[in-house]
Structures are given as C-alpha cells and as structure tokens.
C-alpha cells in the first residue's frame, strides 16, 4: 500500500509539473506595462537637464532655444521648474508646475506671475507643438491616464490611454511600448474630434548610471505640418532640489542657481 501511495505520489507531482510547464504565463494588463514603464525610464526621484529646443514649420526651421529643466517628486506629487536660457526674447520665461494642477507662467516683459488655468493648459507651450499638458509625457509621467492593453505582438505592447482630466483636449492616446527594454516608441494623440493629431517618437536611448534616457524627442502636429524637436545635454538624476526652488519666487529669477 505504502509503495502504491508513493507511486501514485510520485506520478501526481508529474503531472502537475507538465501541466504547469504548459500553462502561458500571467498575462500583461495596460496598468502592468505603464508601470513598467515608469520603473524603467522614470523612476528617479529627481532631475537637472538643458534642452535645445527647436520648432519647424514643414521643414523650416521656426525658432530654436535652450532651456533648463529641474523636476522632482515631492510624496506622490510630480513637480517641475523650466527656465528659458536663450535667445534674449525669451530669456527668463519660466514655467512651474507644482503638481496636484497648480500651474504658473512667468513672462519677464510684464513682470508678473500668472496662474495657468486648466483649459488654458491644451494651448501651445511657446509656440512649439507640445501643450503644457504635454509636457508630462517627457518623462513619462502618466498618472491622469488610464492605460488598456489593445493588442500584443511579438515585439511590442500596443496601449490605449483614456485621461482622468477633463480638461485634457484629447479623446484619446495610443502607445506603443518595445517589449525588449520596455521603451515607448510612439505615442499618438486623438483630438477630442476623433482624429489623429500629433505623434511622440524618441531616439537614442543612453544609459546615466542606473537610469536610461531618450537624447533626442520629437513631436509632429500631422495636422499642422508644424513640428518640435528637443535634444537633451547629460542629463543629472537623483540630485538634492531645495524646496524653495519650486516656488513663484524662484521662478521670477533669470537664473536658477541649485
């Protein structure tokens, strides 16, 4: 009898271990792979890095600067601090997001601190095709999304992302994520018309010490024929970002010292 159940033992651990052998594994939901995503390419607790700024107009070139980023978290709060560098006529514009959608616009022509209102925030960041809404996805902040999976291939995850803003001027984007390093390749935008409007590539992925990032992002109004190109100088990750650098007084300075 002993030697039956010990057989019989033996032949149930088989078994189990085929069929687990032919189960698929756990499938992906849209939420998994955003995460994934956000650990890959933005999980840092803070960053410096100078951007060159360029807009085009079809394939003339329109405008090109160069401004300094400073972003942080602050608990579950996102916040940010872009400055201006050059040329002279847009020297000290600065713009600060402090998270939880309190937003400020600082022009140095008039002098004063505005607040940005959140249907105002669907309109172009300075001229170029990037809303301030937009801005967020520059390092791949998603939080007033919710992501589905749509489709998975063989190399790639294909995402849909609804906004939990109302105010966000987009009916919907799509994403489509690289499955061998977990990189966002594309992300389109759908107006709140239903058509599709503007795309985000990014090239160049480079390693920082324990971070990776995109050195080159692109954004395209397809609509417009109008389009905005941001290179990005060595980016620093993890440096100590006083509190007093994301307030409206730091923000009227011309320069930022940190």
Request: with cysteine; charged share 30%; aromatic share 10%.
């Amino acid at each position: 009898m002993k030697k039956f159940c010990s057989g019989l033992g033996v032949w149930v651990l088989t078994i189990m271990i085929m069929v687990g052998a032919t189960l698929p594994a756990l499938a992906m939901t849209g939420q998994d792979v955003i995460d994934r995503v956000k650990d890959e390419y933005g999980d840092f607790q803070s960053q410096v890095v100078t951007m060159k700024i360029k807009t085009y107009d079809g394939k003339s070139l329109v405008t090109d600067r160069e401004v300094v980023v400073l972003t942080r978290k602050q608990g579950d709060v996102d916040q940010s601090l872009l400055k201006f560098l050059s040329p002279k006529d847009v020297e000290g514009v600065g713009l600060l997001d402090q998270g939880d959608d309190i937003m400020y616009m600082y022009l140095p022509e008039f002098g004063k601190v505005r607040r940005i209102a959140g249907s105002a925030k669907n309109g172009s960041f300075m001229g170029t095709d990037f809303t301030y809404n937009d801005l967020s996805f520059i390092n791949y902040d998603t939080s007033d999304y919710e992501a589905e999976l749509m489709e998975e291939t063989a190399d790639s995850y294909e995402l849909e992302l609804r906004t939990t803003d109302k105010d966000s001027g987009y009916e919907k984007v799509l994403m489509t994520v690289r499955k061998s390093d977990w990189f966002p390749i594309k992300i389109v935008f759908y107006n709140t018309e239903g058509r599709l409007q503007k795309e985000l590539s990014a090239f160049d992925v480079t390693q920082y010490g324990r971070y990776k990032f995109p050195k080159r992002l692109q954004m395209v109004d397809l609509l417009a024929n109008h389009s905005t190109e941001i290179t990005l100088s060595e980016p620093e990750f993890d440096r100590e970002l006083d509190d007093n650098l994301f307030t409206t007084r730091t923000l009227q300075r011309t320069r930022i010292r940190y």
